[in-house]
């Protein structure tokens, strides 16, 4: 009730030129809403700049003292102008925190229509699962229509942000938080991490993939026949699978390069220097202990941020598996 107040309020007030048909409603659009809000402060800033600082610079040469003992004139005061200088700027600023709150609100308020999914942030990295529960890495398939994004971490605060949708939002740990956009065309938009995370926080790049209804649904049901084929594999396609899946590759490469942690590629059979000047060569015991407990023997040269995995033992076998295969 009170919305639809403020929102016919806002209509009637200065706004109404791009909102007047959404008076009582949600604005049609949020990308569109938060661009017009963008251009109203715009607008709003450049006109009061310069009103205030072209006279101040006209009156600076024209009031200028052009002799030794010229005085200026001694003027009282104006009760007429005081009054003016005193409501304008008041109604402006009541009109745009009306309209800024309209805006926060639509950007708040998920539409009843919704789906909804699941995005986790981790050093570095994003796990999106859609509502079938099928987890994808660094890309968010979803289908036309209006996404309801629930958003959590699993370390350090993150920042969920979709430049194309005008929207962002913290992934904070032990915290729920969520988001919406409403993705109507199909095609592929960016996603980053925009709160500084750590040394991998410019790797943490994703994407939205806006599907066809009925592409989407295809995707689902081919996803779903592979999960349920998962089980007769060999334990190093399931130990790549894992990998992929659970994320690792956010810090490990597969190709020779060093991120936040060593590359998986030719890991077993290397030999490192722990921190406490022990020497190991690493094998399959080495790295299924370190998965399920990364702070463990820590080797030196790396922050011993990675998470701790509690997974079934064939599991851990297989990814032991997997990289016995990758050299
Ligand atoms: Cu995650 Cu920056």
Not at 129 to 153: A, D, F, H, Q
Request: include cysteine.
């Amino acid at each position: 009730m009170l919305k639809q107040v403020v929102r016919l309020l806002m209509a009637a007030l200065f706004v109404s030129i791009p909102y007047a048909a959404a008076a009582a409603e949600r604005l049609p659009d949020p990308v569109k809403a938060w661009n017009n809000h963008f251009k109203t402060w715009a607008v709003v800033s450049i006109v009061v700049y310069l009103v205030v600082t072209v006279p101040l610079i006209y009156f600076v040469f024209k009031y200028k003292r052009r002799k030794k003992d010229e005085n200026g004139a001694y003027i009282e005061g104006n009760t007429a102008l005081e009054i003016l200088w005193t409501i304008v700027p008041m109604i402006i600023i009541i009109m745009l925190g009306v309209q800024s709150w309209a805006v926060f609100n639509d950007l708040r308020d998920v539409p009843k229509d919704h789906i909804e999914v699941k995005a986790v942030g981790f050093m570095y990295g994003f796990e999106m699962y859609s509502p079938e529960g099928i987890m994808t890495l660094n890309e968010l398939r979803v289908p036309v229509g209006n996404i309801k994004v629930n958003l959590s971490s699993k370390d350090v605060i993150h920042d969920f942000a979709l430049p194309a949708f005008r929207t962002r939002e913290d992934m904070v740990p032990g915290e729920n938080t969520y988001l919406w956009f409403s993705a109507k065309e199909p095609g592929e938009y960016p996603v980053y991490c925009a709160e500084f995370c750590g040394s991998g926080h410019s790797s943490m790049l994703a994407k939205v993939i806006v599907m066809k209804k009925e592409d989407y649904e295809a995707w689902v049901k081919s996803k779903q026949a592979a999960s349920s084929t998962t089980a007769a594999l060999t334990p190093d396609v399931k130990g790549k699978e894992l990998v992929e899946k659970l994320g690792c590759l956010g810090c490990h490469g597969i190709a020779g390069e060093t991120k936040a942690g060593p590359a998986l590629n030719g890991l077993i059979g290397k030999s490192e220097e722990l921190e406490d000047g022990k020497k190991v060569v690493i094998d399959e015991a080495f790295v299924m202990e370190k998965i399920a407990d990364p702070k463990a023997k820590p080797v030196k040269g790396f922050s011993h941020i990675m998470p701790p995995n509690a997974l079934a033992k064939e599991d851990y076998e297989a990814i032991a598996a997997y990289l016995k295969t990758i050299k």
